[in-house]
């Protein structure tokens, strides 16, 4: 057997560039499944109907840039991305759903007058300036409401008392300012509230969704995150059982995770980043047994890593990177038989590496251990079982030894940093 022999935690290392996902929008199957069920109860008009002429006069001054073909009938309910639905003896636009159009401009005030949207989908244009300040107070109906991936400013539009069927509130990737209020007529409709990537500023609106008094709230999906909210993460959060996704990474927010976050047992994906938050993570974490994401690198916890994680079987994603997490990595991981990558970089974790065996972590992808104060006299003969692997970085540890010819095996390694 040929050993290439490397002393003092030099293992003559290559460096390339390791790319990270930051997230993942799980959100998306939720969003289409939404779709499906509205979409599924609306009337189709029928061929002779014609819509209502204040819908048609409202629809023609949106003036949307480029226009659209709408002149082609005088019937608006049979306009491209336009449904209605009957009411009384007339057909009410109810839908307005016209995603990916590189429509741009300011979304005119006009929209206002369709008085009977439920369902509006904007996404995935260039409109720019501020929403209509009494966008949610005249459009009392609305259950859908999808404005994101646009270039949207300003703050968002007061809720109206009158605000009490919204479901779905995607805003995300838009340049919103100003803090956030939802009162709690809003609060208890929503089912996905999604701001992330805005500029939004000031207390995180957590609870409003989630406190004592919301027990039925059917919130599932909570992400603030690329925003600059401030503020706790409140122990209500526990109150919003239904939460599958709760994002509020990259904001400012400080202070210690709740342990009544551990009594969200629907939670798939708990994603908080870079904020400043502090404390150990407590062993109530294993509560969450559906938890696939756990992110929350760039903050400043403390403490072991709870070494009953492995109990956590459906983890794929632990990224706990640049925090100050002690001790050894918890040898129950090795359960956690979905695990993808594995990033714990830049903390103070101790112990020797090779005693961990990484052979039931078939679907490890990316494992980076850098910058802590692992001690070993090889790379663990274990690894080299983890056929999946594309990126592995010890760097920065007190590793010493040799590397054994095998790595040769793993096919996808595109990566490998192991030097000083
Ligand atoms: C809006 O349309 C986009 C593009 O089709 C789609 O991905 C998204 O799920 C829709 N939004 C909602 C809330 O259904
Ligand atoms: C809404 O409709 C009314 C009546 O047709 C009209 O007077 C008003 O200008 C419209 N508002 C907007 C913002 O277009
Ligand atoms: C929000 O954005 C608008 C338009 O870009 C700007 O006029 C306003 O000053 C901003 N407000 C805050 C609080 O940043
Ligand atoms: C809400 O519940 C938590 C946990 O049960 C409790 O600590 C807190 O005092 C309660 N807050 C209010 C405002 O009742
Ligand atoms: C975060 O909030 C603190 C006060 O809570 C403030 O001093 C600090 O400037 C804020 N940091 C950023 C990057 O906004
Ligand atoms: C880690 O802990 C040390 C000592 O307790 C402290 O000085 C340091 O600022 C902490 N680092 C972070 C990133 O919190
Ligand atoms: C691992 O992932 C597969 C497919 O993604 C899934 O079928 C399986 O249930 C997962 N295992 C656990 C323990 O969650
Ligand atoms: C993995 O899980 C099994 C079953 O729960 C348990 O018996 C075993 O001790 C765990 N392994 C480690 C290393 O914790
Ligand atoms: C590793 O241990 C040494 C000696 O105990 C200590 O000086 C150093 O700060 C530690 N490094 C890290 C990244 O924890
Ligand atoms: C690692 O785990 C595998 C599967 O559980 C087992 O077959 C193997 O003997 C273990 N290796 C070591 C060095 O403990």
Known sequence: MHVLKIGNNNFNGMAFIIKMKHNKASA???????????????????????????????????????????????DCCSWEGVSCQQDDDDHRVVRLWLPWRR??????????????????????????????????SSLSRLQVLDLSYNSLTSHLPVFSSKTTRLETLDLSRNLFNGSIVVPAAAAATLTTFNVRKNNFAGSNPISFFCNNGSDHTSLTILDLSFNKFTGEIPPGLGACSKLQVFGAGFNNLSGYLPDEVFDLADLEELYLPGNRLSGHIGKGIVLLTKLKILELSSNKFSGPIPSNVGKLSRLENLLLSSNNFTGHLPPSLTNCTNLSTLILRFNHLTGDLSAFNFTTLPRLTMLDLGNNNFTGGELPQSLYSCKSLKAIRLANNQLTGQISPEIVALKSLSFLSLSL
Do not use: E, M, R
């Open 28 to 74: 998306s199957s939720n969003y289409n499944k939404l779709f499906l069920f509205f979409g599924f109860l609306l009337l189709p008009c029928s061929a002779s109907a014609a819509c209502a002429q204040v819908d048609h006069a409202s629809l023609l001054s949106l003036a949307f840039k480029p226009p659209l073909n709408w002149f082609s009938s005088t």
């Open 103 to 136: 429509l741009s401009g300011v979304i005119s005030p006009s929209i206002t007058n369709l008085t009977h949207l439920t369902h509006l989908n904007l996404s995935h244009n260039s409109f720019s300036g501020p929403l209509p300040n009494d966008l949610f």
